[in-house]
């Protein structure tokens, strides 16, 4: 049985910085690649970062720069650094995982997803 449990959000300053981190558990071919994605109030999901078990990273361009996808996958556990956050980052982050390790952005190509945890970025 394959779990996604996130931790790490919470409450920060414009400016500041979170690291967001995912533990998974499981079988190891259900995280050919893993996502970090996020919900605001009234928005569709939408794809953060996402990472397959070997290549590069992708992000969405509002975050390039300034957020950073990784893994340690001795630990299980798939990581979402943030700095400079604004504002409009304040959402629920889920974490993802599916079996194929090709990119997609569709929120129904990944097969297992974490509870999500709220980040709010206010003054």
């Known amino acids: 049985q394959v779990q996604l449990v996130e931790s790490g959000g919470g409450l920060v300053q414009p400016g500041g910085s979170l690291r967001l981190s995912c533990a998974a558990s499981?079988?190891?071919?259900?995280?050919?690649?893993m996502a970090w994605y996020r919900q605001a109030p009234g928005k569709q999901r939408e794809l953060v970062a996402s990472l397959p078990i070997i290549g590069s990273a992708t992000y969405v361009d509002s975050v390039k720069g300034r957020f950073t996808i990784s893994r340690d996958n001795a630990k299980g556990t798939l990581y979402l650094h943030m700095s400079s956050l604004k504002p409009e980052d304040t959402a629920v982050y889920y974490c993802?995982?599916?079996?194929?390790?090709?990119?997609?952005?569709?929120?129904?190509?990944?097969?297992?997803w974490g509870q999500g945890i709220q980040v709010t970025v206010s003054s």
């Open positions: 499981g079988s190891i071919s259900s995280f050919n690649r």
């Open positions: 993802a995982s599916r079996i194929d390790a090709y990119f997609s952005s569709r929120p129904d190509d990944y097969h297992y």
